[in-house]
């Protein structure tokens, strides 16, 4: 199921314009409860062992931190609209009340990574996330070298990735990335990648009932898959474009973005150190529809 945007791009140009001023104000109440717009200590490593990976760290490792802009992105942050957060085991403990309160209103967490390798603080943070009223959702970190799309497929959906109409779950995410351990493709051909990302695709929606959401990036996706245009009819989109742009560089063959991560050192009460920020393109009550599958 592909959410549409909420607003139509020339308007989310007029309310990005009209809106800097609005942002600074939302900066600045952020900050008075706990938040600061200066980036925090950085507790995700750029160098990661296999099942320490995280969202973005192949972008990280293979394209770099754009540090001209990431750190400065302070009042051009997106911090209007629907916003939500993803962490794994690198954020430690979770104060979710407070990370609530801050008006984060989703996030994913990491569930799984490969084929045996599970987060340990995934059964920490999926039911206290839930608790406080977090829309949430799960993330399998692919290794398209180690197995086959289905068998990590069928692995996440029975260690986290599972889905339920409750109105606080999302559906789970396929993070497909530069390889952080080694060569930026896997190894893999891009006729190979497209079979190994729908096979993923297909197990997990007999498992679910539901469309993974694919998390990559423009670069990753354009190379690897060689442009692919076959998942933007079946898989919603978030695109991990850290920049101080209005709106971020989407992969060849999607039409639109359902979340941007718009930094990687985002700061949100209630978490030490960084966190990645995300915007959701739409209202809640789409994010709601998304979660619901209707």
């Given at each position: 199921?592909?959410v549409?945007p909420?607003l139509?791009?020339?308007?989310?140009?007029?309310?990005?314009?009209?809106?800097?001023?609005?942002a600074a104000?939302a900066?600045t109440?952020?900050?008075?409860?706990?938040?600061?717009a200066?980036?925090q200590?950085?507790?995700?490593?750029?160098?990661?062992k296999?099942?320490?990976a995280?969202?973005g760290v192949?972008?990280r490792i293979?394209e770099g931190?754009?540090?001209?802009?990431?750190p400065s992105?302070g009042l051009l942050?997106p911090?209007?609209?629907?916003?939500?957060?993803d962490?794994?085991n690198w954020?430690g403990?979770i104060?979710w009340?407070s990370v609530?309160n801050?008006?984060?209103?989703f996030?994913?967490?990491?569930?799984?990574e490969?084929t045996?390798?599970?987060d340990?603080?995934?059964?920490t943070?999926?039911?206290a996330a839930?608790?406080?009223?977090?829309?949430?959702?799960?993330y399998?970190?692919a290794?398209?070298?180690?197995?086959?799309g289905?068998t990590?497929a069928?692995?996440?959906?029975?260690?986290?990735?599972?889905?339920s109409?409750?109105n606080?779950t999302?559906?789970g995410?396929?993070?497909?990335?530069?390889?952080?351990y080694?060569?930026m493709c896997?190894?893999?051909s891009?006729?190979?990648?497209?079979?190994w990302?729908?096979?993923?695709?297909?197990?997990?929606?007999?498992?679910?009932?539901r469309?993974?959401?694919i998390?990559?990036?423009?670069?990753?996706w354009?190379t690897c898959?060689?442009?692919?245009?076959?998942?933007s009819?079946?898989s919603?989109?978030?695109?991990?474009h850290w920049?101080?742009?209005?709106?971020?560089?989407i992969p060849?063959?999607f039409?639109?973005?359902?979340?941007?991560?718009?930094?990687s050192t985002?700061?949100?009460?209630?978490?030490s150190?960084n966190?990645?920020r995300n915007?959701?393109?739409?209202?809640?009550?789409?994010l709601?529809?998304?979660?619901n599958?209707t």
């Amino acid at each position: 199921m592909q959410v549409l945007p909420h607003l139509s791009r020339l308007g989310r140009r007029t309310a990005t314009a009209l809106g800097v001023l609005g942002a600074a104000l939302a900066l600045t109440a952020t900050s008075a409860v706990g938040a600061n717009a200066a980036p925090q200590p950085d507790p995700q490593p750029l160098t990661v062992k296999p099942g320490q990976a995280y969202m973005g760290v192949g972008a990280r490792i293979h394209e770099g931190v754009p540090a001209a802009e990431e750190p400065s992105r302070g009042l051009l942050a997106p911090t209007d609209g629907v916003q939500g957060i993803d962490v794994s085991n690198w954020q430690g403990s979770i104060n979710w009340t407070s990370v609530r309160n801050a008006g984060i209103q989703f996030a994913w967490m990491k569930a799984t990574e490969g084929t045996s390798y599970k987060d340990p603080r995934f059964n920490t943070n999926y039911p206290a996330a839930h608790g406080a009223g977090v829309i949430r959702g799960a993330y399998h970190f692919a290794l398209p070298n180690t197995s086959n799309g289905a068998t990590q497929a069928a692995y996440f959906a029975s260690n986290g990735g599972g889905w339920s109409r409750d109105n606080l779950t999302l559906p789970g995410v396929l993070d497909i990335e530069h390889n952080p351990y080694g060569a930026m493709c896997y190894g893999l051909s891009t006729t190979q990648m497209r079979t190994w990302i729908n096979d993923f695709y297909t197990t997990y929606k007999a498992r679910t009932s539901r469309d993974v959401v694919i998390y990559t990036t423009a670069s990753w996706w354009n190379t690897c898959t060689g442009n692919w245009t076959g998942m933007s009819a079946k898989s919603p989109l978030w695109v991990a474009h850290w920049t101080s742009a209005a709106s971020p560089t989407i992969p060849v063959g999607f039409p639109t973005w359902t979340v941007w991560q718009y930094t990687s050192t985002g700061s949100v009460p209630g978490i030490s150190g960084n966190v990645d920020r995300n915007q959701f393109n739409g209202s809640r009550d789409r994010l709601l529809a998304l979660a619901n599958n209707t």
